[in-house]
Each structure stands twice: as C-alpha cells, then as structure tokens.
C-alpha cells in the first residue's frame, strides 16, 4: 500500500470517511492552512537554552487508523462518547467547544494536530452531578502516527475526578499529538490527572487547556515519565470571579530523554487563585527545560499567583533550565516565583550511609523525600498513591 502524504487532499478524504458536516471540514482545511504557512519552532531559548529536536513535520505519514482505548466510569449520568457517536447523534456540543481553546493559528503542531486529528472522546458531567469514582482513560498508542482529543465539559455544579493514562503498545517510534481542553462551568470541579508512559522511541506532543468560569476550580496533575523528547503545555484562564487553579507537575528523565515543560496560569477576572509547582528529577544525558508564566490582568485584582519549580540533577551530564515568568497588571495582588537546580546534598546522603544504607538505597529515598511535599499535595488518591512505586521503576 502506497504511503499516505501530509496533504489536503488527505483532509478531505479523511472527513469525508467518517462522513463529517461541513463546518469540521471548513475547521480541518483552516488548520491546513495554517500549517503549510507556520515555521517549525527553533526550540532555542537563550544562548545555551535549547533542545536538540529532529523532525520534519512535512514528512510524516499520514494515517487514518483508530486509536485502542479502555474507558471505565462507574456512573450512568457521565455521557462518554467516541468521535463517530458524537457525529452519529448531536455535534451541536463539538461544533460550540472543539479547537477553542487549542486554536489552530498557535503554531505548527497544534495547526498540524487540528487538520489530521481523527480520534475524539467526549466527556460530559451533566449539571450537579458528583462523580465519585474517577473516570479512568487508558490509551495505548498502536500506529506511528497518533492525533487524539479530549473534550471535557464540566457542567455548573458537577464535581468528578479524571484519570488519563498514555502508554505504547510496541517499542517501535511513534510520533503522539494530543490536545485535551476543558470547560469548567460555575461552581464546577475537576481534577484532573494525566500519566504518560511512552515508549523511548516516541516524539510525544501535547497541549492542555481549561477555561474556568465564576467559582471553578482544576487541579491539573501532569506526570510525565515516557518518550524520547516530550513537548508539553499546561495552561488555564481563570475567566470567573473565584476561580482557582492547581498545576502540579512531575517529571523523571533517564537515558537521552528530553523535556519542555511549560505551565501558565491567565488571570482574567478578580479574586482568582493559582498555584503552579513543578518537581522533576534528571539522570544520565537527559534535559528538561521549563517554562512557566503567571500572568495577572488589569481588572484581576485581589488575585494571588504563585508559581515554583525543583529538579534535582543526579548525574553529571544530567542538564535543565528554568525561566520562571511574571507579568502582572494590577497592583492589588499577591505573586510570587522561585526556582531551583541542584544536586543531591552530600552531608543528607552521608547521614543516610551512617545508619547502615547503601549508597543506592540512601539516593533512593533522598529522591522519595525530594518528591514528597509536591505528592502530598495530589489531590486525586490513586495517583498519589502510585507515585512513590513509579519513581522506584524509574531509578532501578
């Protein structure tokens, strides 16, 4: 079979396979367009601030394959639906929230992502409706070329947790582009906790998004532990009067693993709340560069904003960069940043050895307590529960 070309031509054949309305086909051809006309980024960030990234867009295969996925919910009045059963009943929702947050003019992958993606879940808490089992998605990447979204609408007054898992099925490459948005309506909760575990050989791309109305809350969970280079964002716009976020990132790089992290909080209305706090831990040649911005507008006053970043190098060649960002336009508020790169504290290591540990067995539970205060602060149970055994795996 000959191979599939990045083309229009294959846009329009994929939407009309899976027999789209016209306004997803005007939406994918945008997205097309904005693709062709967008650079590939550079992915330098200073004089020494930079990440060593091969790949050509243009040159990737074009599939049209589905993606395997495990969804357990254990309440009846979720609706949980795939893309064709979305397209098969009632598009009016996906019509109203798909690429609005994730816009296609924002560069060159989330363009290319909104033009080819053909794996949608659609998550939808009905209003005041409590959840109190997590909705667990577990996915596993089974082709070399992946575009899958996740929809999630959190009515007024609903409250559930939700659990993502990304793992690769093989150990062959895969180039992985995933875009989740969510829309937190008034007094809503979500919480919301993504596990990516690919394989070394996978570019993993990935966007998070949530819009946050009066009195919402999101407390985003990101752990990131697979792929040979992972891009990432995480960001939230706290549009209503109350809202509040918590952005709480892990990462662990081994090998030649190479991360860009970057985390903001957008402040739009008064009374808002933030907290962004990172922790990662590097070893062998792998490299992390995070980004974070808090960012408080004019009539945001009496917001608070904090944003903090650790990671701990535990090899030589082990390298990460941390640009912290403030902006903030209003003077009646509280906001603050710190970061830190660092090693093991030898004296903490020798005290450990002093009382009969073995320097493997002393490092690992230095690295446990380097991670303790930011698990302590998980707010979904499960994950909080398997992080200190997903940190093990990842020293052995």
């Not at 939407?15 to 309305?21: F, H, V």
Request: with cysteine.
């Amino acid at each position: 079979m000959l191979k599939e070309t990045i083309s229009k031509k294959f846009v329009e054949d994929l939407s009309k396979q899976n027999n789209e309305p016209s306004w997803l086909l005007d939406k994918r051809i945008s997205a097309y367009e904005f693709f062709k006309e967008k650079a590939m980024p550079n992915f330098n960030y200073g004089l020494n601030i930079n990440l060593d990234i091969a790949l050509d867009l243009e040159k990737l295969e074009a599939l049209n394959e589905k993606v395997k996925r495990k969804v357990v919910c254990n309440n009846k009045e979720v609706i949980i639906q795939n893309f064709e059963e979305v397209l098969a009943s009632d598009d009016s929702l996906l019509k109203e929230k798909l690429m609005t947050i994730c816009v296609p003019a924002l560069d060159k992958f989330t363009s290319m992502h909104n033009a080819f993606l053909n794996n949608i879940l659609v998550v939808k808490v009905p209003k005041n409706v409590e959840v109190k089992e997590p909705i667990e998605i577990t996915t596993e990447v089974n082709s070399s070329v992946l575009f899958d979204h996740l929809l999630v609408i959190a009515e007024e007054g609903s409250s559930f947790s939700l659990v993502e898992e990304l793992n690769s099925k093989s150990d062959d490459g895969s180039y992985v582009s995933k875009i989740v948005e969510i829309f937190a309506e008034e007094n809503s909760k979500v919480d919301y906790g993504a596990l990516q575990n690919l394989n070394k050989e996978s570019f993993n791309f990935i966007i998070k998004r949530a819009i946050l109305k009066n009195d919402a809350s999101v407390n985003w969970l990101d752990c990131c532990f697979g792929s040979k280079t992972t891009l990432s964002e995480v960001t939230s716009y706290l549009d209503g009067e109350g809202a509040s976020v918590n952005n709480h990132g892990v990462f662990f790089g081994n090998d030649k693993q190479q991360f860009d992290l970057v985390t903001k909080s957008i402040h739009n209305a008064p009374n808002t709340y933030s907290d962004i706090f990172t922790k990662g831990a590097l070893t062998d040649f792998s490299k992390c560069i995070y980004r974070g911005l808090v960012k408080i507008q004019k009539n945001a006053s009496n917001s608070n904003g904090y944003q903090k970043q650790d990671t701990l190098l535990l090899s030589g060649d082990a390298a990460a960069d941390s640009i912290p960002d403030l902006e903030i336009d209003n003077s009646d508020v509280k906001c603050s940043h710190g970061a830190t790169i660092g090693r093991i504290d030898k004296e903490k290591l020798f005290y450990l050895q002093s009382r009969g540990l073995s320097k493997d067995e002393a490092t690992k539970i230095y690295v446990k307590g380097f991670f303790e205060e930011l698990i302590r602060k998980m707010k979904i149970e499960k994950m909080r529960e398997n992080m200190h055994d997903i940190i093990d795996k990842r020293m052995q």
